[in-house]
């Protein structure tokens, strides 16, 4: 199900997990056939992972297999655009559906077969009646729907409306078939559901060869049994479905009947997960399209930089439950950070840069510096680092009048650059407006490598950059998207008054050292003392970088200072 180098970690007990178990214990199947259905009308998010991670994960550690279906049943909202982005997100994830990716549409002759054997036994006919007024029949949770006065039409007559439904003879909307099952049920699901509309759209894989198209309800267990499917593994929203599931496939010929297994889906705070609010924030053009680096999309998620072995991680974490939760994005936020902490080399850049002249150091000398790649992991290795007589260092990492406990640079204090020297503030440049421009620094030549001869000890260790040999940048500091915890809650009826403004901040001219030039669009950094960042998959090109922030070292949201 996966490729041997990314390894599936969704193995933790559940209550799922527990059911497959059983099942293959007590014979009922010989192994298990999961899928993954979704509509190909929007790009996925992180709540999709979940579900991937799931059945993809259960298929690979039962040594069963899972399908990739898409759900194409509805053409006026779905595009080959939104199907090539899921393949490839699944795939990138890492998960692989082999020889087994299938279609709704695939199934529409046998969907329209098995319709008119639920007509010609009496279990479903043609209504005529408008979308108002079957919505108006349907009733309330308190009070049960009224019969339509079509519902006793003979089984002749459905059988012909529905061929001349399926000829194109009628208008959308003028007819429509819905199963006879029960007006009074209190699941309003049972009470005659519609299965069968009508829209006169081609599709983008059938053309026009249909102007009917089946609903989701009725179009998926079938699409299940058809396939062979053991277990279908959907979100509680379902649960109340399951009964019109199972009463389908029982009145069918199907070659089996798959078991519907409803989990909680993933609800993540300082976000949006509707499909409907993350359109609307890309059409309003309140991010930069599906992939914003500030999206819940696995493409937004991707072009941050969060690894696939980051996002399984996270949805270990989490787990599989019956109930609904909130899960806090620094969970989210710690994945990615524990996992490149691990894996991603080290670097040098200064974000906000102040120069800094070393007097003394030889006019034109260049030195390289052998820095570590990873300080924990010594087979990553090592690079070279130039210096010279003018570096660069953040501008954070200067206080002209030090407050207590910096023991960065300030005026008459030692600080080692890290690799380097140890270097002292003598003096300062300002401009007219009073600004420090300029920092003016002897350095000790015996502390070649950072160590004083003498012994004497430095508390403060800065990065720094070479001025001669810096790599220009932009640099993109990322941040959620949305400032409070549930956008567009109970005391906010429109999630978009809590935008973070705060969400983006953009940093030009940052100087990077000179290895990162030829850093990759799937490359990962840790920035020392910085975070984590990668070079845009969109916007970064050779002599014109961008990186943006995935992560900083820790969580700084609860800190007090957002």
């Not at 396939?227 to 019109?244: A, K, N, Q, Y």
């Not at 609307?280 to 493409?299: A, I, N, Y």
């Not at 007097?359 to 090592?382: L, R, V």
């Not at 007589?389 to 960065?408: H, L, N, S």
């Amino acid at each position: 199900m996966t490729t041997e180098e990314t390894p599936i970690v969704e193995k933790a007990a559940n209550f799922i997990r527990n059911i497959v178990t059983d099942d293959l214990k007590s014979g009922k199947h010989e192994t298990i056939v999961t899928r993954f259905p979704p509509e190909p009308n929007g790009y996925l998010h992180i709540g999709h992972a979940k579900s991937i991670c799931l059945n993809f994960g259960l298929a690979r550690d039962f040594g069963g297999r899972c399908h990739l279906r898409f759900d194409d049943t509805n053409p006026t909202k779905e595009d080959i655009e939104y199907e090539d982005s899921i393949k490839e997100n699944v795939k990138w994830l890492g998960f692989d559906w082999g020889q087994h990716m299938y279609y709704a549409s695939d199934y529409f002759e046998k969907f329209y077969n098995y319709a008119v054997l639920l007509i010609e036994k009496g279990l479903a006919y043609v209504d005529s009646s408008s979308a108002d007024e079957i919505r108006a029949m349907r009733g309330t949770l308190s009070e049960p729907g009224k019969e339509s006065p079509y519902r006793n039409r003979s089984v002749a007559e459905n059988v012909d409306l529905f061929a001349r439904m399926r000829a194109g003879e009628f208008e959308d909307g003028s007819q429509v078939v819905r199963l006879k099952i029960d007006m009074a049920s209190p699941n309003i699901n049972l009470r005659d559901p519609v299965i069968y509309r009508i829209k006169k759209v081609d599709h983008h894989r059938t053309g026009d060869a249909w102007c009917i198209y089946p609903m989701y309800d009725y179009a998926h267990c079938i699409s299940d049994a058809i396939e062979g499917i053991t277990h279908s593994i959907c979100t509680l929203e379902f649960e109340d479905h399951r009964p019109l599931y199972d009463w389908v496939l029982d009145q069918l010929p199907v070659p089996c009947h798959p078991r519907q297994i409803e989990f909680a889906r993933l609800n993540l705070n300082y976000t949006v997960m509707s499909k409907r609010k993350l359109l609307e924030l890309v059409q309003e053009k309140l991010v930069d399209g599906w992939d914003d680096p500030r999206m819940p999309t696995l493409v937004g998620i991707r072009r941050r930089g969060f690894t696939p072995e980051s996002i399984r991680a996270f949805c270990e974490t989490i787990g599989v439950g019956k109930s609904d939760s909130l899960i806090d994005m620094s969970i989210l936020e710690d994945a990615v950070r524990e996992d490149l902490n691990l894996r991603a080399p080290r670097a040098m850049a200064v974000l906000r840069p102040l120069k800094v002249v070393i007097d003394g150091y030889p006019e034109g000398q260049t030195e390289e510096f052998e820095a570590a790649n990873h300080p924990n992991n010594p087979d990553m290795g090592s690079r070279m680092v130039p210096f010279g007589k003018t570096v660069y260092i953040e501008r954070d990492d200067f206080q002209e009048e030090p407050a207590k406990g910096f023991f960065r640079m300030a005026p008459g204090k030692e600080v080692r650059l890290r690799y380097a020297y140890i270097v002292k503030c003598e003096s300062v440049v300002k401009d007219e407006n009073g600004e420090v421009i300029e920092v003016r620094c002897s350095y000790d030549p015996g502390s070649r490598g950072g160590s004083a001869p003498d012994g004497r000890k430095i508390k403060g260790t800065i990065h720094w950059v070479s001025a001669e040999h810096a790599v220009n940048a932009e640099v993109r500091l990322y941040d959620r998207l949305f400032s409070t915890p549930n956008p567009g809650g109970k005391n906010e009826p429109d999630y978009r008054t809590s935008i973070n403004p705060n969400s983006i901040e953009v940093l030009t001219d940052c100087k990077l050292e000179p290895s990162l030039a030829s850093a990759t669009q799937e490359d990962r950094f840790q920035f020392e003392r910085l975070g984590y960042f990668c070079p845009d998959m969109k916007d970064s090109r050779a002599g014109a970088l961008v990186f943006n922030r995935t992560a900083t070292l820790r969580d700084s949201w609860n800190d007090g200072k957002k």
